[in-house]
């Protein structure tokens, strides 16, 4: 009897010790990474590139991916766990458009019961809604010229400029103050001898 309460004790023990793995029976489930591309404040077409981080993250099957304008990027997962991303953008051809090298850092949460998706930009702490590629493209200057010519008034009336301010009126105002205040002064004068 004291011998099997020993093997039943053993194994128990033994059991205990084997490492378990965590199983999970979840659907495939969907998460979608909002992603835009502008050209001069302009949504336009590009590509953008998805690597991994995590050596059991999902990656879509065409890599890298083809955004017109505004997009999203679909990723599916059957197991929970943590899966962490850098997005950027893949420059193009045209050496006029300078291409945005912002690198993005997205962390996906993919839990029983809930998913949550956090866009962050290298070197930043503040989450962002989306990631977002301003890309610009430098307009070539074109030659322009000015004409300008004179006229003179040969009518002999004044040009009209748009000010109707009555100059003279304010003229007349400010010399009869100076003759009042001339006249004031003097009083006074007067009135101290």
Same mark, same amino acid.
């Given at each position: 009897?004291?011998?099997?309460?020993?093997?039943?004790?053993?194994?128990?023990?033994?059991?205990?010790?084997?490492?378990?793995?965590?199983?999970?029976?979840?659907?495939?489930?969907?998460?979608?990474?909002?992603?835009?591309?502008?050209?001069?404040?302009?949504?336009?077409?590009?590509?953008?590139?998805?690597?991994?981080?995590?050596?059991?993250?999902?990656?879509?099957?065409?890599?890298?991916?083809?955004?017109?304008?505004?997009?999203?990027?679909?990723?599916?997962?059957?197991?929970?766990?943590?899966?962490?991303?850098?997005?950027?953008?893949?420059?193009?051809?045209?050496?006029? /458009?300078?291409?945005?090298?912002?690198?993005?850092?997205?962390?996906?949460?993919?839990?029983?019961?809930?998913?949550?998706?956090? /866009?962050?930009?290298?070197?930043?702490?503040?989450?962002?809604?989306?990631?977002?590629?301003?890309?610009?493209?430098?307009?070539?200057?074109? $030659?322009?010229?000015?004409?300008?010519?004179?006229? +003179?008034?040969?009518?002999?009336?004044?040009? $009209?400029?748009?000010?109707?301010?009555?100059?003279?009126?304010?003229? /007349?105002?400010?010399?009869?103050?100076?003759?009042?205040?001339?006249?004031?002064?003097?009083?006074? +004068?007067?009135?101290? +001898?």
């Amino acid at each position: 009897m004291k011998k099997r309460y020993i093997i039943q004790l053993f194994l128990v023990s033994l059991f205990s010790l084997l490492p378990l793995t965590n199983v999970s029976a979840l659907d495939a489930v969907s998460v979608e990474i909002p992603v835009e591309l502008t050209l001069n404040k302009q949504v336009t077409q590009g590509q953008v590139e998805l690597s991994t981080t995590s050596p059991d993250a999902y990656l879509p099957s065409t890599n890298p991916m083809t955004i017109n304008g505004q997009g999203t990027i679909t990723l599916q997962y059957t197991h929970t766990g943590t899966y962490t991303y850098e997005l950027k953008q893949v420059a193009g051809n045209d050496s006029a /458009i300078t291409y945005d090298a912002t690198v993005y850092h997205i962390t996906v949460f993919i839990g029983t019961d809930s998913r949550v998706v956090t /866009i962050y930009k290298d070197g930043s702490n503040n989450k962002d809604d989306k990631a977002i590629f301003n890309n610009t493209k430098q307009e070539t200057p074109t $030659k322009t010229t000015t004409i300008t010519t004179t006229r +003179k008034n040969k009518t002999g009336k004044e040009t $009209k400029t748009g000010d109707s301010t009555p100059i003279m009126f304010y003229l /007349i105002m400010t010399i009869c103050s100076l003759i009042v205040v001339f006249f004031l002064l003097r009083r006074l +004068k007067e009135d101290k +001898k």
